[in-house]
Nanobody, 124 residues
Framework: EVQLVESGGGLVQAGGSLRLSCAAS????????IGWFRQVPGKDREGIHS???????YYADSVKGRFTISSTHDKNTVYLQMNSLKPEDTAVYYC??????????????????WGQGTQVTVSS
């Protein structure tokens, strides 16, 4: 069974850092496009990052320069390092994956596997 499990969310002050983890079971990330999304109540789920199997990355302008991704050697876990956090980064964060080498845009319809989400709250 394909499963994604996120962890690492929490409460942090503005300017602080958090690292989110996304652990995969049933597949390895090196054969999937990885995406990170976030959602606040009443708004659409926003795609903020993707990593293709060729290593091509995309970061939304809202997180560029502050968020970076890394993975474990066994390709079973990816991490989203979030630095210089702002109150507007407050959201539920989701990791997602699709068994493709690339996707045209970081949008929810291009992903088939989702984690349960983890809450990130940034206080001012």
């Amino acid at each position: 069974e394909v499963q994604l499990v996120e962890s690492g969310g929490g409460l942090v002050q503005a300017g602080g850092s958090l690292r989110l983890s996304c652990a995969a079971s049933g597949f390895t990330f090196d054969e999937h496009v990885i995406g990170w999304f976030r959602q606040v109540p009443g708004k659409d789920r926003e795609g903020i990052h993707s990593l293709s199997t060729t290593g091509r990355t995309y970061y939304a302008d809202s997180v560029k320069g502050r968020f970076t991704i890394s993975s474990t050697h066994d390709k079973n876990t990816v991490y989203l390092q979030m630095n210089s956090l702002k109150p507007e980064d407050t959201a539920v964060y989701y990791c997602a994956a699709i068994g493709r080498t690339t996707i045209p845009r970081v949008q929810i319809q291009f992903f088939s596997n989702w984690g349960q989400g983890t809450q990130v709250t940034v206080s001012s």
